[in-house]
């Protein structure tokens, strides 16, 4: 049969999709979930060699602290004991090499504010870092009491004007001051210290400290205080949430990529690649906007479009996976690298470093990322595009051993890069840009494309940015509240 109806539809299979499927199956609706890969996770996915597992992007997890996005999901689904099985809280979240420092950022506040002292003595951190960590609450706080965030009409305006939000007011102006504007009324200008905050900013709010909006350079400053380590790979959460979708009487199929979408009155018509063709009255989309308002040709596809043609410029990535056995142990899963060379092709000057453990012991997958621009890859002809990822694969693991010595004697085996072509390859994002779009001054939270038109929901790091699979998760509980009312 070449037609399936069902009462919702979910396009895609990223954290975000699997997330609004699970809650809704939760819920006895009928749901089918078209993912074009073969597997689940998109650029939080996984993939193996020879029985390890590798990841495809992501590998930390924030917004597991009771009351944040992924908790209160895993509460929903009651899968919260699996999940915190899966889950380890890593202390110390982050370790930064920067020159011949090592600085470990504990969760605990005040031996963070100890750590920065020791290096930097002549900044009063206590007076920055108190009013991050304020706002940081505070934005968690309304984010976790509102469903109707990003708003997406009258109605969402309305409900969000409830007094219980005031104190969000609070943080308005921060929208509007950028890091680096608020460094400089407290005088902060040691010039590395500059630069950690920067690199800080680039794997958190993906974005330059003069442009990042202060609000979000707190939430992206803060992400390290709450990180959470996934055994094997972040895949297993997504498998979690799979599952529990799956045991709900949702249905996946693998190998579906849509490729048109069409309404016709009042029901959506989403066909797929394989001439399949799927009617639903509702759907829930976890197509990036850029990729979706090249497929939809519905009423709200004019509108989609403007947005998706104003943020068109977004981040990509490089990443370096290769398997390794230690014998010593590892102070953290996770590190940031400040790199001494400019890394070809590629515009960050950090790269940051995650060990994931496999099941023998000392035996670990390394996933290591860093920014780079979608078109600078895109562009190459293939034999240069050959030798651009050799070169900047072999640079990288130099980094990689400057900053720390002590993997340099152990062997790494299925050494491979990916490049914004890959992630087009395998996650069909427009130009393989991953990550999301990043908030700037110039896009506050109210200008960035609504998660709701008509029956058609958006989830997903284009509609809700800025703090990875936690933002992706909490787009999926509003879309699927904003479905539900
Ligand atoms: C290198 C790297 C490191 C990162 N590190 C972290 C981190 O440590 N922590 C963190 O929280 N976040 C991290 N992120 C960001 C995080 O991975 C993403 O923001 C998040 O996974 C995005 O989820 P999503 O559901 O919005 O989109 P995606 O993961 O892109 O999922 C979309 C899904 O839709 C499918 N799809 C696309 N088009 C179609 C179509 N036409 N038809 C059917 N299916 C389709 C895709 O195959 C995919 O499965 C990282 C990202 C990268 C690339």
């Not at 984010?143 to 104190?167: C, T």
């Not at 720390?404 to 299925?414: D, R």
């Not at 960035?448 to 940015?465: A, H, I, S």
Request: aromatic content about 10%.
């Amino acid at each position: 049969m070449n037609e399936v109806h069902s009462d919702v539809l979910v396009l895609g299979a990223g954290f975000g999709g699997l997330s609004a499927a699970a809650l809704l199956a939760k819920q006895g609706i009928q749901v089918n979930i078209l993912e074009s890969h073969v597997d689940i996770g998109g650029c939080a996915g996984e993939f193996k060699r020879k029985g390890l597992s590798f990841n495809v992007g992501a590998t930390t997890i924030s917004g597991f602290a009771q009351s944040k996005p992924i908790y209160k999901l895993c509460q929903e689904l009651g899968i919260l004991e699996q999940a915190n099985e899966s889950l380890t809280r890593e202390d110390i979240g982050l370790i930064i090499c920067k020159n011949s420092k090592r600085i470990r950022r504990y969760s605990d506040h005040v031996l963070w504010l100890k750590e920065l002292s020791e290096h930097f003595p002549s900044i009063d951190h206590k007076l920055l870092w108190d009013k991050l960590a304020l706002w940081d609450r505070l934005a968690w706080q309304m984010i976790s009491s509102n469903q109707r965030l990003m708003p997406s009409g009258f109605l969402d305006y309305l409900i969000l004007l409830k007094p219980s939000n005031l104190k969000g007011l609070l943080l308005l102006p921060e929208l509007f001051r950028s890091f680096a504007q608020l460094l400089t009324s407290l005088n902060i200008n040691n010039r590395e210290y500059l630069e950690l905050m920067q690199e800080l900013l680039m794997i958190t709010a993906q974005n330059d400290s003069s442009r990042t909006p202060s609000l979000m350079a707190a939430l992206g400053l803060m992400y390290p205080a709450e990180v959470f380590y996934c055994k094997g790979s972040i895949n297993s959460l997504a498998h979690l949430i799979l599952d529990s979708a799956l045991s709900n009487q949702a249905s996946i199929h693998y190998k579906h990529k849509v490729v048109n979408i069409t309404q016709e009155q009042n029901i959506y018509k989403v066909t797929c690649s394989n001439q399949k063709v799927f009617f639903a009255k509702k759907v829930i989309s976890n197509i990036p906007i850029w990729n979706l308002s090249k497929i939809a040709n519905c009423d709200f596809s004019r509108q989609m479009n403007k947005f998706s043609s104003r943020f068109e410029n977004a981040p990509a990535a490089f990443v370096v996976n290769f398997s390794v056995k230690i014998d010593f142990v590892l102070e953290s899963h996770f590190y940031q690298i400040h790199v001494k060379q400019a890394i070809p092709q590629c515009y960050s000057s950090s790269i940051f470093v995650s060990f994931s453990e496999q099941k023998e012991p000392g035996s670990y997958t390394v996933t290591i990322s860093t920014h780079c621009h979608a078109d600078d890859w895109l562009e190459l002809k293939e034999d240069d595009y050959k030798q651009a990822k050799l070169q900047t694969q072999s640079i990288i693991l130099e980094e990689l051993h400057l900053a720390m010595p002590e993997l340099v004697n152990y062997p790494k085996e299925f050494l491979m890069s990916a490049t914004p072509k890959s992630y087009e390859f395998f996650t069909s994002r427009f130009k393989g840009q991953v990550g999301g779009i990043p908030y700037d001054l110039s896009n506050p939270p109210w200008t960035l494309c609504p998660n709701r038109f008509d029956d058609f929901y958006l989830v997903g790091d284009t509609t809700f940015p800025g703090q990875g699979i936690a933002s992706v998760v909490y787009s999926a509980m509003s879309a699927v509240a904003k479905l539900n009312a």
